[in-house]
C-alpha cells in the first residue's frame, strides 16, 4: 500500500521567516517523491522532485527538501518566506501509481 | 516555457448530460494523465493514457468515464452522464515518461459544475 501524509492543513508563518510543510509518506517500493504547489485558481506547478539522487532536493523560489528514508519523510523548507508563497502545496508519492497528500495551505502574514 | 493547456476553464452542465474536457499536452510528452479534485478534497488520480490506450485508471474511472487522444494534439475526457458528484476540477498532466523519473506538469484545470 501506499499512503501520503500531511500533518498540518494549514501553516501561518510571519513574512521572512522560515517555512516548514511536513510529509510522511509510506510506499512498498523506492518511491519518486514531489512537491508541487496550486496558487488560486492556477494549475499545479513542480517545484521539486527526489528521484533517488542526491537527499536534499532544492527546487524553485527558494524552495528545498530532504528525504529521509529512515524517518519516512519527505519535509519541504524555505529560510525565509515570501508573500507570494500564500498556497496550498502538496507532497506527492509515485511508487505504485500516484498518490497526493490532503494539500497544506500556508499563509504568510505579513 | 511549453505548458499544459485546458480548455474551458469552467464548464457548466445539466446532471445527465455529456461532457468532454480537452487537453492538450506538451508537445513531444507521451503520458497523459487525468486527475480531479473535488472542493475541499485531496487530488486524485484518474487514468494514465500511453500508446493510444488507457495504461493506469482508478477505481473512480468507470464506464462513465473515457479518454481519448482523437488527433495528434488534443486529449479528451469524456463524462457519458454526468452526476451531481462530477463537480470538481480536472486537472490533466502530460509527461516525457513513466518510471521513477516522470515529471508531470499540469494545466490549470477545467471547473466542472453539474447543476
Known amino acids: 500500500a501506499q499512503s501520503v501524509t500531511q500533518l498540518d492543513s494549514h501553516v501561518s508563518v510571519s513574512e521572512g521567516t522560515p517555512v516548514l510543510l511536513r510529509c510522511n509518506y509510506s510506499?512498498?517500493?523506492?518511491?519518486?517523491l514531489f512537491w508541487y504547489v496550486q496558487h488560486p485558481n492556477k494549475g499545479l506547478q513542480l517545484l521539486l522532485k527526489?528521484?533517488?539522487?542526491?537527499?536534499l532536493v532544492k527546487g524553485i523560489n527558494g524552495f528545498e527538501a530532504e528525504f529521509k528514508k529512515s524517518e519516512t519523510s519527505f519535509h519541504l523548507t524555505k529560510p525565509s518566506a515570501h508573500m507570494s508563497d500564500a498556497a496550498e502545496y502538496f507532497c506527492?508519492?509515485?511508487?505504485?501509481?500516484?498518490?497526493f497528500g490532503t494539500g497544506t495551505k500556508l499563509q504568510v502574514i505579513p | 516555457e511549453p505548458e499544459v493547456t485546458q480548455t474551458p476553464s469552467h464548464q457548466v452542465t445539466q446532471m445527465g448530460q455529456e461532457v468532454i474536457l480537452r487537453c492538450v499536452p506538451i508537445?513531444?510528452?507521451?503520458?497523459f494523465y487525468w486527475y480531479r479534485q473535488i472542493l475541499g478534497q485531496k487530488v486524485e488520480f484518474l487514468v494514465s493514457?500511453?500508446?493510444?490506450?488507457?495504461?493506469?485508471k482508478s477505481e473512480i474511472f468507470d464506464d462513465q468515464f473515457s479518454v481519448e487522444r482523437p488527433d495528434g494534439s488534443n486529449f479528451t475526457l469524456k463524462i457519458r452522464s454526468t452526476k451531481l458528484e462530477d463537480s470538481a476540477m480536472y486537472f490533466c498532466?502530460?509527461?516525457?515518461?513513466?518510471?521513477?523519473?516522470?515529471?508531470?506538469?499540469f494545466g490549470a484545470g477545467t471547473r466542472l459544475s453539474v447543476l
Open positions: 498532466a502530460s509527461s516525457e515518461a513513466r518510471g521513477n523519473v516522470n515529471i508531470q506538469y
Open positions: 510506499s512498498s517500493y523506492s518511491p519518486s
Open positions: 527526489y528521484t533517488s539522487a542526491a537527499t
Open positions: 506527492v508519492v509515485r511508487g505504485v501509481g500516484v498518490t
Open positions: 508537445s513531444n510528452h507521451l503520458y
Open positions: 493514457f500511453y500508446n493510444n490506450e488507457i495504461s493506469e
